[in-house]
């Protein structure tokens, strides 16, 4: 599991990353949020841990900047701020955790591990590796964008893989749902990921174990 920590104390950012990696996990440390940019760019994490009050951007301002570009990673937060109104605002912008300073490193690192580490339930197909928690798609170094309907026609495939998914069930995704919609938004998810999908007629679809 790869981390990136943004924190600019850097005793504290430095025993963190230091305990973190004793647990088994890659680390990769930001001091503002301009750094958290350029690494985003460069690699793709499983987790953020974001301290608030850091220099150039903050750790609310880096959150909505990756949220609005369709990053989806989980986020902690770790702040000395302690009123409602932030708490409220990290949850409202996509964080999926709150810590507050100061702490036990070990706590951080049972969150982790209990709601977090989820390495083992990547789905893989042929030369495909889905998340099922973060929704992200690879095939190979590359990551593969998909509409919001055949995100969640092949979300709903692939973690039901061998087994009849309804037409009913794959019909309430789209929009405007009608059989002939739902058979060309699956002729193209078989064309651009090579997805062995059957049609098992007057019961449903199943996308058949390779």
Known sequence: MKILLLEDDEMLCESLQEYLESEG????????GEE??????EN?????????????????EVLKQLKAADDTTPT???TALTDINSISKGFALGAEDYIKKPFDPEELVI???SKYLRADETIVYKDLRYDPHTRVLQKGEETIGLGEVQQALFHELITNMGKIVSSYTLLDLLEQP???ALRVNLAKLKSKLGLEIKNIRGQGYMLEKV
Not at 36 to 41: A, E, I, K, P, Q
């Open 76 to 78: 902690i937060y770790i």
């Open 44 to 60: 793709r994490y499983d987790l953020y841990i974001f301290d608030i009050n850091v220099p150039k951007e903050n750790g609310f």
């Open 111 to 113: 969150r982790i591990k």
């Open 36 to 41: 958290v940019y350029d690494l985003t760019f």
């Open 25 to 32: 996990f890659g680390v990769d440390v930001a001091h503002d």
């Open 178 to 180: 009608n059989p002939n």
